[in-house]
């Protein structure tokens, strides 16, 4: 058990990690039956996504934010995916327009926190280039984001289902290097263990190296399907496409070590938001990962 050293303990999200292409594709889950839905698994707030379908329609940003707290719950993190590594200028000025806007989504939806990417990792781009790109447009973005009190998270992520290639700032190194290049009180990191492992990357020792600027986090977790991390390593990191040998599963029961990542946190005094990023094989694995993280946060951060 870690020491605690905030009163405040971290409060619990929910994903809909399992019905994306049913709200985001082929409109066969409306976003009341998935705020129906989450308001059944104990959890204090949900994660949107700016692809929602039914977000076109800006007029219903503020009734989604009455539906969710109509259920005692609230919006705290909006998911998107900018990309800001296109060599184009006005095709960067595009991105950085969107992602304005998704700062206007919100807050109109009551959210703190507003996720942002690097960009894809052209062929062509060096790292130096990559991050310089990607911090210009971020450091665009941060004026307005703090006009409307939202904060900009950066995530160690691996691939928007949209682009071609996989995230620049996949890699550790690249990911610490653009986290060092922003530094506004704006700008802060959402940390997902799962997606260290696609990058060939230790999660707990990616943490060491951005718990500073932690201030939320996407709880999820992969079990490999056949060889070992190794394998993984040698084989699968930084490809395209996603990694053959891992499978998402129900939290605390694949690679993650989750004592490790909650005591780390919980020692740097981290009291964010825990975004729950499960249930593909069902509603009742999402259940038990809840119960499960709740379980190690009453452990890690103690009454």
Same mark, same amino acid.
């Given at each position: ?9 971290? !409060? ?8 994306? @292409?049913?709200?985001?594709? %082929? ?25 929602? =379908? ?8 503020? !009734? ?39 700062? *206007? ?8 926190? /507003? ?5 894809? @990792? ?5 790292? %130096?280039?990559?991050?310089? =790109? ?17 904060? =900009? ?6 691939? *928007? *289902? ?13 990911? /610490?290097?653009? #986290?060092?290049? #922003? ?5 802060? #990191? ?10 060939? *990357?230790?999660? #707990? ?25 190794? %394998? ?11 990694? @053959? ?7 605390? @029961? ?23 990023? %499960? ?15 709740? !379980? ?8």
């Amino acid at each position: 058990m870690s020491a605690n050293t905030s009163a405040v303990r971290p !409060r619990l999200a929910a994903f809909p990690k399992a019905y994306m @292409r049913a709200l985001c594709r %082929d409109g066969s889950m409306r976003v009341a039956e998935w705020i129906d839905l989450a308001a059944t698994l104990g959890v204090e707030g949900v994660e949107w996504y700016a692809g929602f =379908l039914e977000m076109a329609d800006e007029a219903n940003w503020p !009734r989604f934010r009455s539906a969710v707290e109509a259920h005692g719950m609230s919006i705290p993190m909006m998911c998107c995916s900018p990309d800001f590594t296109h060599p184009d200028p006005a095709f960067r000025a595009a991105e950085i327009a969107k992602q304005i806007r998704w700062i *206007d989504m919100t807050a109109t939806l009551g959210g703190s926190y /507003c996720r942002v990417l690097s960009g894809q @990792r052209r062929p062509e781009l060096s790292v %130096d280039e990559g991050v310089r =790109l990607a911090a210009e447009s971020i450091r665009a973005c941060l004026p307005h984001a703090a006009a409307k009190g939202v904060t =900009l998270i950066l995530e160690n992520h691996y691939k *928007d *289902d949209f682009w071609q290639y996989p995230e620049f700032a996949q890699k550790l190194e690249v990911f /610490c290097a653009l #986290v060092a290049a #922003v530094d506004d009180p704006h700008f802060g #990191v959402n940390y997902d263990p799962s997606n260290a492992f696609l990058a060939g *990357d230790d999660p #707990v020792e990616l943490l060491r190296r951005v718990s500073h600027r932690v201030v939320t986090m996407h709880a999820s977790d992969r079990s490999l399907v056949e060889g070992t991390l190794e %394998d993984l390593r040698r084989e699968e990191g930084g490809v395209e496409g996603y990694a @053959r040998r891992l499978k998402h599963g129900e939290i605390g @029961r694949g690679l993650n070590d989750y004592d490790a990542i909650f005591s780390i946190l919980a020692g740097r005094g981290f009291h964010g938001w825990i975004s729950i990023e %499960d249930g593909v094989d069902g509603i009742d694995e999402l259940r038990r990962s809840v119960a499960f993280l709740k !379980r190690k946060i009453a452990e890690h951060w103690p009454a």
